[in-house]
Nanobody
Framework: QVQLVESGGGLVQTGGSLRLSCAIS????????MGWYRQAPGKQRELVAT???????NYQDSVKGRFIVSRDNVKNTVYLQMNSLKPEDTAVYYC?????????WGQGTQVTVSS
């Protein structure tokens, strides 16, 4: 069974940085796409950034130039480096992996950016 465990969330001031990590255990198939999504109170879950097995990345427009997604295929871990954080980045951040067997989600980690 695939399990995803996020870490690295917390409280940060506007303009600060955080690095999220997501450790994935269990068997996942290649090719696959790892990524980060977020959900703010009262809003739908939205894509933040994804990265494929080959390293191709995709970002939501609002985070381009500020966030960087990366992965370690040996450790089966995906990262999200978040810089120049804004109050509107406040949300629960979820990591996800999608392969031929479907999509799995982590439990989420809270990121709060104070103004």
């Amino acid at each position: 069974q695939v399990q995803l465990v996020e870490s690295g969330g917390g409280l940060v001031q506007t303009g600060g940085s955080l690095r999220l990590s997501c450790a994935i255990s269990g068997r996942i198939f290649s090719p696959n796409i790892m990524g980060w999504y977020r959900q703010a109170p009262g809003k739908q879950r939205e894509l933040v950034a994804t990265i494929t097995s080959s390293g191709s990345t995709n970002y939501q427009d609002s985070v381009k130039g500020r966030f960087i997604v990366s992965r370690d295929n040996v450790k089966n871990t995906v990262y999200l480096q978040m810089n120049s954080l804004k109050p509107e980045d406040t949300a629960v951040y979820y990591c996800s992996v999608r392969d031929g067997s479907g999509r799995q989600w982590g439990q989420g980690t809270q990121v709060t950016v104070s103004s």
